[in-house]
């Protein structure tokens, strides 16, 4: 099979839109990618860094608030602030919830946002408390969103020493064993220790894969390697000297740490995403998540080959995935995960902008951040760093299918003025896939409301 354009919107892209002409070829798939971001500057989110101002804020007055109770003096007033300034933040998150929403429903480029989840999902890093939890969209929009059609080794340096991911995994106080500051600790009677979890991580679930040939002493080394990285939300990155282990570092059989600094990271870094195991690690999960669960080997092998002969180009190993003839088979395979499932939905009602303007904090908890959760997907909170789960069995539980039925006929006379024919939302919707016995229900329904649902908990609209 080769190109069509209903299975690129469907299978590559965020939907079908009854108001956005698909694309017409991989290469205007890839056109569209490799083209201007517009969509995120009509929809626009935070980045991370023009957050510090705000968390700063919040943090000063948790600190003062402990100092009060310490004094024994009244913190009602301070309290108060306090409250009014997270419900402020995460008021702000539902927010970005809905501008992301929106660049899927309106995009015209859709493989650019589908995208954008992908590699969230694979640098998954949800947040420790309340506060970080609020921060994953600008960590993504300033991490993530920046580097889908650059080289993976930049991708990886900038996911991995992010404030949000070392703060995520407990970088932050790691320090090596011999350096200036774990000494000073200990003779101080400070306990000073060396974290694992971003060095194991970044083999495990970023680069090589789980099965793959480091060892534990790869993981060990590593680790010291990435002490001295630390970094917040009100201060930003840092690389502090004093915390690094001193010495060399053995890792995959390289020699790291004779520069010293910053520089050995960022080789390490780009070593490990050229290593042969990454390439076959990235292009399985990039074939997986777009196309099935079991991807052919020769799929698999060509996306890797590109990836290598292209230094982890990764325009050219999605390039590679979209030109193969595996990626186009007939039919619909893998299961929407609830996100996807409510973005192709808004996106073939063509819910527009204005609809949120009187939204307020409960509406948009009732009609989209509280659906997916009674779906299995909390937004942007997979449990933890390995992300959501790929299997389609997953997304399919008895609880998951209820709540996506009662969205379906609750929800979209709320996000549309008027509801649309069902007879025309079939066509539209489903396009050359819509099977006969799905039109004849759809027409045979007793409401625009019912056959708008029995559209949308079609089998072949829940599926890619």
């Known amino acids: 099979m080769g190109f069509d354009p209903v299975r690129a919107e469907v299978r590559f892209g965020c939907g079908l839109s009854p108001k956005i002409l ?3 070829s991989v290469a205007a798939v ?5 083209g201007p971001d517009r969509v995120s500057e009509q929809y626009p989110i935070s980045r991370y860094e023009n957050m510090s101002g705000e968390v700063s804020q919040i943090r ?3 600190s003062r608030v402990r100092q009060a109770k310490r004094r024994g003096q009244d913190v009602s007033k301070l309290l108060k ?3 009014g300034l997270k419900q402020a933040l995460r008021f702000r998150t539902l927010i970005w919830m809905k501008q992301s929403l929106l660049r899927c429903v309106w995009t015209e480029d859709g493989f650019r946002e589908r995208l954008v989840h992908f590699w969230y999902d694979h640098f998954s890093a949800p947040g420790k408390t309340l506060l970080t939890r609020n921060l994953v969209a600008p960590y993504i929009e300033s991490a993530i969103r920046p580097h889908l059609t650059g080289k993976f080794g930049d991708l990886l340096l900038a996911c991995v020493t992010h404030p949000h991911m070392l703060d995520y995994l407990d970088q932050t106080p790691s320090m090596g064993p011999a350096s200036d500051a774990a000494v000073k600790r200990r003779l101080r009677g400070q306990s000073a220790g060396l974290n694992e979890n971003l060095a194991r991580e970044i083999l495990e679930l970023h680069t090589m894969g789980v099965s793959s040939a480091y060892s534990q002493g790869d993981v060990r080394q590593l680790a010291e390697l990435l002490t001295g990285l630390t970094g917040n939300a009100t201060k930003g990155f840092r690389y502090l000297p004093k915390r690094a282990e001193p010495g060399s570092e053995i890792i995959m059989q390289r020699i790291y740490g004779a520069d010293g600094g910053l520089s050995d990271i960022e080789n390490a870094m780009q070593d490990i995403a050229m ?4 390439a076959v690690h990235i292009s399985r999960k990039l074939a997986v998540h777009f196309i099935t669960d079991l991807p052919s080997p020769s799929l698999v092998n060509a996306m890797s080959a590109r990836y290598l002969e292209t230094q982890g180009d990764l325009l050219r190993t999605y390039t590679a995935m979209l030109e193969h003839p595996d990626a186009w088979f007939e039919g619909r395979a893998n299961y929407k995960r609830p996100v996807a499932f409510i973005t192709s939905a808004m996106r073939a009602l063509a ?3 204005e609809i949120f303007d009187d939204w307020g904090r409960q509406l948009f908890y009732t009609n989209l951040a509280k659906p997916l959760q009674l779906m299995g997907q909390e937004w942007l909170r997979p449990g933890g760093p390995d992300g959501w789960e790929e299997e389609d069995g997953h997304w399919m539980s008895p609880q998951g299918l209820a709540a996506r039925l009662q969205w379906s ?3 979209p006379s709320v996000l549309v003025d008027s509801l649309p024919d069902p007879r ?8 050359t896939s819509a099977r006969p016995q799905t039109v004849y229900a759809v027409n045979a329904a007793q409401t625009r409301r019912e056959g708008l649902a029995l559209a949308l908990m079609s089998p072949e609209f829940q599926r890619h």
Do not use: D, H, M
């Open 351 to 353: 819910v527009s902008e």
């Open 424 to 431: 025309r939302f079939v066509t539209s919707a489903l396009g």
């Open 81 to 83: 602030t306090q409250q």
């Open 30 to 34: 890839i056109e569209r990618l490799s």
């Open 60 to 62: 000063n007055l948790a």
């Open 22 to 24: 698909a694309p017409n």
């Open 409 to 411: 006929l609750a929800v």
């Open 275 to 278: 290593e042969p195991a990454t």
